[in-house]
């Protein structure tokens, strides 16, 4: 059974910085696609960025440029490098990961991590 455990949001000011991280485990980590997404007050979840196996990443048009995406696959976890945050970016962060190796709509989510940028 494929398992993420998210960690590390918090509250931050704007324009600070926040690294979230992604613990994978139930399957061979490195064969597969990882993505974030997340969650505003009173919106629908929405794509924030993602990772294929050979690293190639993509990026919303609201983060590209302030975030990154990374895999470390010798400790089956990808993270979500976020700089010049904004209190727009406020929202619950959600891991994911499809059943296929390439990207594609998740099977599997987190729990989610709650990240607040107080203006």
């Known amino acids: 059974q494929v398992q993420l455990v998210e960690s590390g949001g918090g509250l931050v000011q704007a324009g600070g910085s926040l690294r979230l991280s992604c613990a994978a485990s139930?399957?061979?980590?490195?064969?597969?696609?990882m993505g974030w997404f997340r969650q505003a007050p009173g919106k629908e979840r929405e794509f924030v960025a993602t990772i294929t196996r050979s690293g190639l990443k993509t990026y919303s048009d609201s983060v590209k440029g302030r975030f990154t995406i990374a895999r470390d696959n010798d400790n089956n976890t990808v993270y979500l490098q976020m700089n010049s945050l904004k209190p727009e970016d406020t929202g619950v962060y959600y891991c994911a990961t499809p059943e296929t190796t390439f990207w594609s709509k998740p099977n599997y989510w987190g729990q989610g991590t709650q990240v607040t940028v107080s203006s």
């Open positions: 139930g399957r061979t980590f490195s064969n597969y696609a």
